[in-house]
């Protein structure tokens, strides 16, 4: 497996996770294992992968960096810090849209609740 994983780094270039699973055909836990021992040094082999950078990719609900791995001895990147404000911005951004649409789910508030979830979302 470990092979696969390499020779796809070879024909791609730089791949994440999910980007390797889907060139080798492997469920994602055995990827990751794999990519942490290649991603780190051991006694008799050197780092073969490092992390070049991190992207922002929405796999399902979930928003956070994920990593971008190159073949390579080199230093990795240093993973983003998160950014409240920017993510409480978002939400909000988020929320404003929910509430301004007509929605099913809408229809069992009362018109206090309405007004008051639409105050807060502005």
């Keep these: 497996m470990t092979i696969n994983i390499l020779k796809a780094f070879e024909e791609h270039g730089e791949m994440t996770r999910k980007e390797v699973c889907e060139a080798i055909g492997l469920d994602r836990m055995y990827v990751s294992a794999?990519?942490?021992?290649?991603?780190?040094?051991?006694?008799?082999?050197?780092?073969?992968i490092h992390v070049v950078?991190?992207?922002?990719?929405?796999?399902?609900?979930r928003r956070y960096p994920r990593a971008v791995y190159a073949l390579g001895d080199q230093?990795?990147?240093k993973k983003?810090?998160?950014?409240p404000a920017e993510n409480k911005r978002r939400y909000l951004q988020n929320l404003r849209k929910r509430m301004t649409g007509n929605s099913v789910f809408n229809l069992g508030l009362?018109?206090?609740?309405?007004?008051?979830?639409?105050?807060?979302?502005?």
């Excluded at 950078?53 to 609900?61: I, K």
């Excluded at 009362?110 to 502005?122: N, P």
């Design 53 to 61: 950078r991190y992207v922002y990719d929405e796999e399902g609900a």
């Design 80 to 83: 983003p810090k998160s950014n």
């Design 75 to 77: 230093p990795d990147a």
């Design 34 to 48: 794999i990519l942490t021992r290649l991603n780190k040094a051991g006694k008799t082999l050197p780092k073969r």
């Design 110 to 122: 009362t018109r206090r609740q309405y007004t008051e979830m639409l105050r807060k979302a502005a």
